[in-house]
């Protein structure tokens, strides 16, 4: 069947792992080694428009304003192929999607991306789904945006196959008034996508004690986030943040993501939370770091972040809300 022509906008936001997702069970269905928690970044959006046309030749990205092919065009072509098949139809689609955040400043735009793609492509096809529905076909296209649908602070189960591997709210972003201050310390390209790492991650002996842990890690931050407990959130972040870079460091061929600037950083935040400010880092598959603090001490973390050598920018972003259609 073809259709005429549909379309659909949506926006998502970006979202931060305080406990991170890091290898697959199986990666054609992307079903993550372990369970993960993160929170939506709000002010941070991407904004998607999907256009299904029957008289479109082939499908088509615009990234930015710009045109895109490559592997950027095939990663939307495979995710409009799993919504035509669910919606029993082959028009080829038109995706326009644009960032409010700048690219290259570390902030995984892939979540929001899959996310924002994911509502608007199965609107425009004439699917209905529920939220639970589009966190499984959203985590398809890249695992951390199964977590862009929901808002707030989110919860991505491992599962045990496609049907229970998705992720949903364990707390709205009025709950805990946290802010990510994003230390940006190079806006370079980064080398190897996560993609790639997550496919290297079981050749790393420490991997198999991650993920036999991370349920422990995992109860550690929902408790900290339940009780709003501060300093149980920043022990147990750091921690989860370091174990997956050691991970991503002894993997064949090793992943080294820190620059000088992101392991100053490391060493400074615990010494300032000993000084009385409350703030943690982590780090996702990039240099840049992501000081999360109470919203009553993001402006002196921005400042203190900001006098540090190589921090180039620092960007604000509050607790976010899910995934939503644009009227
Ligand atoms: O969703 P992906 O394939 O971009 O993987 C995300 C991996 C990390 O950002 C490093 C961790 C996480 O849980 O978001």
């Not at 591997?165 to 940006?184: E, K, T």
């Amino acid at each position: 069947m073809n259709l005429p022509e549909f379309s659909a906008t949506a926006e998502a936001h970006p979202n931060i792992a305080l406990i991170k997702y890091w290898g697959d069970r199986d990666s054609k269905l992307r079903l993550p080694a372990n369970g993960s928690i993160s929170m939506n970044l709000g002010g941070l959006v991407t904004r998607t428009t999907v256009t299904f046309n029957d008289q479109f030749k082939d499908d088509r990205l615009l990234l930015n304003g710009e045109e895109t092919s490559g592997p950027a065009l095939e990663r939307v072509t495979f995710f409009l192929d799993l919504v035509r098949g669910q919606a029993g139809i082959n028009t080829h689609g038109q995706v326009v999607s644009r960032n409010n955040f700048p690219t290259g400043a570390g902030i995984a735009s892939s979540a929001a991306a899959f996310a924002a793609l994911c509502l608007a492509a199965t609107r425009s096809a004439g699917l209905t789904l529920t939220e639970m529905e589009l966190s499984r076909l959203a985590r398809r296209g890249s695992g951390s945006a199964s977590r862009s649908i929901p808002g707030g602070f989110v919860e991505w189960q491992a599962g045990t196959g496609d049907l229970d591997s998705y992720a949903y709210s364990i707390a709205a972003p009025d709950h805990w008034r946290l802010v990510d201050c994003i230390a940006v310390v190079s806006t370079g390209h980064k080398r190897t996508g996560s993609t790639e790492g997550h496919a290297s991650a079981g050749s790393s002996p420490f991997q198999s004690t991650r993920v036999d842990q991370a349920p422990e890690r995992l109860n550690r931050c929902r408790q900290a986030i339940e009780q709003r407990d501060f300093s149980l959130l920043a022990d147990v972040v750091e921690a989860d943040s370091t174990l997956m870079h050691a991970v991503m460091m002894t993997s064949v061929p090793p992943l080294f993501y820190w620059e000088p600037a992101s392991l100053r950083l490391m060493k400074l935040i615990p010494e300032w939370r000993r000084q009385g400010l409350q703030a943690c880092f982590t780090l996702d598959a990039g240099p840049n770091v992501h000081v999360i603090c109470p919203a009553g001490q993001a402006d002196s973390v921005e400042e203190q972040l900001s006098q540090v050598e190589g921090v180039m920018q620092v960007l604000k972003a509050s607790v976010g809300p899910a995934a939503s259609w644009v009227a």
